[in-house]
């Protein structure tokens, strides 16, 4: 196995210019998982910020109500410093075309999810700034981890550099949101953007999901009972995963038994196997030329009906059916997060 050449990049909070958004106005764009916890850490941490939404949505009431300045998106974009795309994905294009003439030269156009610039769905004026922070965790997770003095780590790159301070900038909207307490590592748009959706498809949800769900269904047709194989292949997980997220493979094995760590050495590679990697390959693959992307916007654009099937069959699947039963006796499963 080769690995990488290159010299890595870690930036903390002794490598921020403090002058670089002293006193700039930062607009957030969207006010979802990723758009509500930055804005509120950003205002935690003395930035002058604004979110805008549409007046009738939901995040309108939400921003309000969490204390923070709000205005319709071309307006909290008007005369801003820093303007950070936090809408999904599909919805970024027709946002920066409904916003781009109300920004003014020089400003800083943010993204925390490269897919847009990548893939040339939205071209930015010349005269902007573009700049990727991308915490590598969910936003509830962004927001809780910055309360409790600590940080979700970041990407930074850089796709445009008008005015020669571009870094400086995304680096200081980086320890704004804490990520510079976990910190901040450099990158590419396209690294992160690749690396980011093959992730999610090959391991963090399709494959991690898909693995839960065929095991699930080995041990219920082989006549043991849904509850018990519930608990062994969905609800232990977070236990294996937390051990992993906390000290990697050396962790796991030192806290599972002697017989999970013999099972886990020889028999783990034949379930995922030299097949696997292979289609793990394709799936990149299909990132790297666009086909992914390609296949996403289309299915967006005629009405999301496959993708819509697809997810009705997947929330509908007995596993889903004995977890919520099981769940509903583990209520602080759904204490409510700030």
Not at 1 to 18: N, P, T
Not at 285 to 304: C, D, L, S, Y
């Amino acid at each position: 196995m080769k690995f990488g050449s290159k010299m890595m990049k870690l930036y903390s909070q002794k490598d921020v210019d403090k002058k670089a958004l002293r006193g700039a106005r930062i607009a957030v764009l969207g006010y979802g998982s990723q758009g509500r916890a930055h804005a509120l850490n950003l205002k935690d941490s003395g930035f002058d910020v604004v979110v805008g939404v549409r007046k009738a949505g939901a995040g309108w009431k939400k921003a309000k109500k969490d204390g923070l300045e709000v205005a319709e998106p071309a307006a909290a974009a008007r005369g801003a410093d820093l303007i950070a795309m936090l809408v999904p994905d599909l919805a970024q294009k027709a946002l920066y075309e409904s916003v781009e003439p109300a920004l003014k030269s020089g400003a800083t156009l943010l993204f925390a999810h490269g897919f847009n610039i990548h893939f040339g769905q939205i071209e930015p004026r010349q005269d902007l700034d573009v700049v990727l922070i991308a915490p590598k965790g969910p936003g509830d997770l962004v927001r809780r981890q910055y309360q409790q003095g600590r940080g979700v780590p970041c990407l930074i790159a850089v796709a445009q550099d008008a005015t020669g301070k571009a870094h400086a900038k995304a680096l200081s909207y980086a320890h704004g949101i804490g990520g510079t307490r976990g910190g901040v590592l450099e990158t590419t748009f396209a690294e992160e953007t690749e690396t980011d959706l093959f992730g999610e498809q090959a391991v963090l949800c399709g494959g991690a999901t898909e693995l839960v769900v065929k095991g699930f269904e080995t041990l219920v047709e082989a006549g043991y009972q849904p509850e018990v194989a519930y608990y062994e292949c969905l609800h232990e997980l977070k236990l294996i995963v937390d051990l992993l997220h906390e000290g990697g493979l050396r962790k796991m094995h030192q806290f599972i038994s002697e017989t999970a760590k013999y099972g886990d050495l020889t028999r783990g590679p034949r379930i995922v196997d030299d097949r696997v990697k292979n289609e793990m390959r394709k799936v990149l693959k299909e990132v790297q030329t666009g086909k992914f992307a390609r296949q996403w916007i289309e299915e967006n654009a005629t009405g999301r009906k496959g993708y819509e099937k697809l997810l009705e069959q997947d929330i509908e699947h007995p596993i889903e059916k004995v977890g919520a039963a099981l769940r509903a006796r583990m209520p602080w499963l759904n204490d409510k997060r700030a």
